[in-house]
């Protein structure tokens, strides 16, 4: 049996004020305890593990030296938090993590004021921590803008983007660059550590300073050339000269878990009047625990585990993940055709593209954190004659919206979007949830829309969509595993537009989109024990609408019911905007559009979602029902 966790050190510290009364010896100590407080939580809650246990001395030292909430810090993505959510106030609640009515798993302005900015998606922190600079240098307040931001994250066009335009924020902006991929510096020692609280310290500032103002009564030209040879000579010992360049003071490299490297070297920058600063901070991802040491993917997301083996609770066996089914069916289908290539932006294994990459290395891509890149690369590759697969989560791809409209759509490139995580997605919550792209994709001229139903239907999108040269074309597929059908020996090439009925009625019509099928079938179930005769169809694509379908289903039909897992403007708008065209409903048929609400729905297990969403089976039949204006009681009978 396990003992129970001893941090004597920790449990005097609630919050930050309290961190900032410690010695400094003694933040060893509050380290080892906060690290084996988050490996004791995540192993009963799950998430994100392996990034926390990464930061968790840059955490301390930043809490420590600076002045929290006050000094804005800003956590990029933010599912590296939970240490900090640990020292500000929320220890008690840490086991509740992503779960429902439980603490998020990033930053969330909501939950506390040590958030001062919600994330989940990368590559947004220095824009934010600029602006909270900003605004206090403008209103004379003492506050900094404090960005931390992982060196993949750096990828991304955004951050540098903010990075030109920091100059305006002075000392007020400090970004730390949390290298954990060793991607940038060489390994740091106690060389680097000396260099860098050399060039941050008092001293040599004030001599760079005086400096400066000698210099400056010289000739411009003379001025301009003394700046730029001190600049290079220091980023050709400690590097960083890209960020010298747009008009940052770097110091580093530093070892982010040494903390008598760490604390000095954030002392003398707080401490500056030289800005803004960046601070290249190399850190371990899965620091300190073996298991995540060890792994691959250094324990990133994990379910629950046992602490002492670092064994993860597995799930039952069970029906193949959508994602892979993508991956081996392109894989499968690039076999035999050598134009297909996949791109992925940071995403190979939660898009399947890993399993492609595998057997076709040269033709699959990651781009990194830049969607935008991604999409108009595909662009590129399709005008030339490839078959180019956009894998991209749907939530992600709507940071490349403009491109799909103005690269993709109004150039008709045969650009194939697979989109993952179509529609929600549990734990995650809002920040990730797929609520938006049949939506934003379905209202573009020449885009094709489709959304498979299951895992065999997934196979014959991507079939089709290989395809397909007309134009742009997107299939979307949800998280998870699929529903256990049959995997199909021969794909099948759709047709373009149209629907297929999976089940005859003839007073009830359910028009499902997606991966609500199987609840539109137990709907079916049950309105038939009721005596409502109920027609199913599988309408596959949201654009272009089969016209037939719907006019048959709605000609001999009573109630028509569209079922989609996606916010007002998809599937169901578009059913009625053609029924009202084409006159449909001035018989007095019923028409009901079911979808995901006009709110972000917090993260929950995935079956309170949906309830809380209203789109499983007793819903349906509910709002059947209504339409029928039959007696509401029938709904708890037909759900019991």
Known sequence: MNQPLQTPLLDT?????????????????????????????????????????????LTVAIHYVFNTPDDKLIWDVGHQCYPHKILTGRRDRIRTIRQGGGLSGFTKRAESEYDPFGAAHSSTSISAALGFAVANKLNDKPGRGIAVIGDGAMSAGMAYEAMNNAAQAGNRLVVILNDNDMSIAPPVGGLSAYLARMVSSSEYLGLRSLASRAVKKMSRRMHEGLRKAEEYSRGMVTGGTLFEELGFYYVGPIDGHNLEHLIPVLENVRDTSEGPVLIHVVTEKGKGYKPAEESADKYHGVPKFDVVTGEKQKG???PPAYQNVFGDTLADLADKDNRICAITAAMPSGTGVDRFSQRHPDRSFDVGIAE????????????QGMRPFAAIYSTFLQRAYDQVVHDVAIQNLPVRFAIDRAGLVGADGCTHAGSFDITYLATLPNMVVMAAADEAELAHMTYTAVEYDEGPIAFRYPRGNGVGVPMPETLQKLEIGKGRVVREGTKVAILSLGARLEEAKKAADLLEAKGLSTTVADMRFAKPLDEDLIARLMREHEVVITVEEGAIGGLGAHVLTYASDQGLTDNGLKVRTLRLPDTFQDHDSPDKQYEEAGLNAPNIVETVLKALKHNSSIVEEASA
């Open 316 to 318: 039952s066996a069970g």
């Open 13 to 57: 510290v609630p919050t930050p004020d309290e961190l900032r009364q410690l010695k400094p010896e003694q933040l060893r100590q509050l380290s080892d305890e906060l690290r084996a407080e988050m490996i004791d939580a995540v192993s009963v809650s799950g998430g994100h593990l392996g990034s926390g246990l990464g930061v968790v001395e």
């Open 372 to 383: 935008q890149h991604g999409v108009t690369f595909a662009a590129g590759l399709a005008a």
